[in-house]
């Protein structure tokens, strides 16, 4: 009997725990993402409204058409893809939310590779 106790408890506990998500905070503003590319950070700023997010990383300037799915997910879809690559759509799902920004996931749409990583929102 203690046994199926044992078993349990990491799940009752794990039930118990929700994550703050007030995805709407974030949908439009300015902010920051910095990631690790071949052993160096290197940060993107961006700024979205509803429709539109505007990104700059390493001095080169992007504009994706964002496409909300719901409060807490959209696609960005490229305007002016230069190669293949960018012509791709990109799904980002807002996980949690704190005071500060939002951590998220990232992928190419209909690829399973996801990625994470922390947005900072600035004032």
């Not at 950070?41 to 979205?48: A, D, I, V």
């Amino acid at each position: 009997m203690s046994k199926k106790i044992v078993l349990l408890l990491p799940f009752v506990l794990a039930s118990c725990y929700n994550q703050k998500r007030n995805c709407k905070d974030f949908k439009t503003g300015s902010f920051e993402f910095t990631q690790e590319i071949e052993g160096k950070n290197e940060t993107s700023y961006f700024e979205r409204n509803d429709s539109l997010q505007i990104e700059t990383f390493r001095g080169q300037t992007d504009t994706l058409a964002i496409r909300w799915i719901n409060d807490c997910e959209y696609i960005g879809k490229n305007i002016r893809p230069k190669n293949m690559a960018e012509k791709k759509s990109v799904h980002i799902k807002i996980l949690t939310t704190n005071e500060e920004g939002y951590t998220f996931e990232y992928s190419y749409v209909g690829e399973s590779k996801k990625q994470r990583g922390f947005v900072t929102k600035k004032q």
